[in-house]
């Protein structure tokens, strides 16, 4: 494909917000040799470096300054049960891949939007799932040391839609492919309501299922603008918990882990009577109150408003702070 760089590079449709922004250098990056090529040409100029996939966890800015990177290597290896991707992957597209092949592991995160590389950052997750689950190793370019180094699951440090990628080492470790091991025993995880008393024998029919439900729940990026759910469900401690089901015992049960009881923003936002609420052209979606949609020409600012308005009124009428899922560039 060959390394390229360009300047002032319309990227509204290459974010599901579909936010204008227009990158100050923007390059596409096929192969790994070609992010050292990029990470010299920033040094050499001085530029700050941003890396994206397909843009379906991002907010940005009107425009991004210094060299944005685009993963889209796209190559998948396997050996048996262990599959290897790319970071330039489309991650729905591999699951139904390995579902089709009877590899189960990945079933129940069939229909997420974006990339293989930023599977392991916001280590994503639904219906029971989370993508560590399965992830071996990923490998990586070290900015500090212009070194690719392979990172075991423990190495990353996942945590509820955490990872070292998106706290400490964010944007020195550059995703450039993920391991997964797959088991050829399907065992059908249907703890979730929407999943409870499915009939499905197999990955495919757990994944086609799991893609329609999911259709039916969330706005449609490509119609109505958006990046899934913008807060994540807080996780209170014992104590807090108690307290707040004793405060609120209309509220739905918590679902509990080592890390804490997880409760649902979504009741949160809707019992503040926000959904439909608007700024400027920044809404939280009528159909899930988890998601902030972009209702036509809504600014950067106007999603940065909305977001804080939402976590205010959540934080007054609960006292419990709500934290963004997608990642924010810009001030
Ligand atoms: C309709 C909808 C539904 C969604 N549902 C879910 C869901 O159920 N569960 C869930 O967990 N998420 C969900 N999401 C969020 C999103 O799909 C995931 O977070 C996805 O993994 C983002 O992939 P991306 O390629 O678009 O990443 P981007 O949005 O391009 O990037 C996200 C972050 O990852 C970083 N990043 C991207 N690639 C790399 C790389 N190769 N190396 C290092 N850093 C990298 C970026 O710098 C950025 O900080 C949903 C989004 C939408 C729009």
Excluded at 192 to 216: E, H, N
Excluded at 290 to 319: C, E, M, P, W
């Amino acid at each position: 494909m060959g390394f390229a760089v360009r300047n002032n590079v319309d990227l509204t449709s290459a974010n599901t917000l579909r936010l204008p922004v227009h990158a100050q250098y923007y390059c596409e990056v096929y192969v790994d040799e070609e992010i050292a090529e990029a990470i010299a040409y920033a040094e050499a100029r001085d530029l700050s470096l941003t890396i994206l996939g397909d843009g379906s966890n991002v907010v940005l800015p009107p425009r991004i300054e210094g060299l944005t990177l685009h993963m889209r290597s796209q190559a998948i290896t396997q050996e048996e049960n262990l599959i290897t991707a790319a970071s330039g992957v489309n991650w729905h597209s591999l699951v139904m891949r390995l579902c089709e092949d009877g590899l189960c592991g990945l079933e129940n995160l069939a229909g997420i939007p974006g990339s293989v590389g930023a599977a392991p950052v916001q280590n994503i997750g639904a219906y029971g799932v989370q993508v560590e689950e399965t992830i071996v190793s990923v490998g990586v370019y070290d900015r500090l040391d212009g070194c690719t180094r392979v990172l075991s699951r423990d190495d990353c440090c996942f945590g509820y839609r955490d990872s070292i990628f998106k706290g400490a080492h964010r944007d020195r470790l550059i995703v450039t492919r993920v391991s997964f091991a797959l088991s050829d025993h399907f065992e059908p995880i249907t703890s979730y309501r929407d999943l409870q008393g499915a009939d499905v024998t197999t990955p495919l029919s757990m994944a086609t299922l799991v893609t329609r439900v999911r259709k039916g729940k969330l706005p449609d990026p490509t119609t109505t603008p958006n990046v899934g759910s913008f807060f994540k469900n807080p996780v209170l401690s014992e104590s807090t918990y108690t307290a707040f089901r004793l405060t609120h015992p209309e509220a739905p049960e918590g679902v509990t882990s080592d890390a804490g009881t997880k409760i649902h923003a979504a009741w949160l936002i809707e019992q503040c009577g926000l959904k439909g609420h608007r700024v400027g052209g920044a809404m939280v979606s009528s159909q899930h109150a988890l998601v902030i949609v972009n209702a036509g020409k809504a600014t950067y600012r106007d999603i940065r408003l909305l977001a804080a308005h939402v976590q205010d009124v959540v934080s007054d009428r609960f006292n419990l702070s709500l934290e963004f899922e997608p990642t924010f560039y810009g001030n």
